[in-house]
């Protein structure tokens, strides 16, 4: 059972910047190409930023240029990561890590809040 633990939440200004981390159990970056979500309220969840095993990466119109995906692979851990700079009041949402595709269960995910 792969669990999928999101961190690196907060509150920031506009024009300020986060790093989103996402520890995985279990080896599954090697197989999936997983991405980052988000779901802000009343809004339906989207995936913003994707990577494949091969370290291909993709991003949403809204986050492009502003938001970059990377991976982190040891014999022990594996971690995805969002760096998130420029950020602007409309990426507040609560973001989640997982596959894209055949999705594994729901971390809790980590809030973001952007706000002057």
């Known amino acids: 059972q792969v669990q999928l633990v999101e961190s690196g939440g907060g509150s920031v200004q506009p024009g300020g910047s986060l790093r989103l981390s996402c520890a995985a159990s279990?080896?599954?970056?090697?197989?999936?190409?997983m991405g980052w979500y988000r779901q802000a309220p009343g809004k339906q969840r989207e995936l913003v930023a994707r990577?494949?095993?091969?370290?291909?990466?993709?991003?949403a119109d809204s986050v492009k240029g502003r938001f970059t995906i990377s991976i982190s692979r040891t014999n022990a851990k594996n971690t995805v990561y969002l760096q998130m700079n420029n950020l602007k009041p409309e990426d507040t949402a609560v973001y989640y890590c997982?596959?894209?595709?055949?999705?594994?269960?729901w971390g809790q995910g980590t809030q973001v809040t952007v706000s002057s």
């Open positions: 997982n596959a894209v595709g055949t999705l594994f269960s």
């Open positions: 279990g080896s599954i970056f090697s197989i999936n190409t």
């Open positions: 990577i494949s095993s091969g370290g291909s990466t993709g991003y």
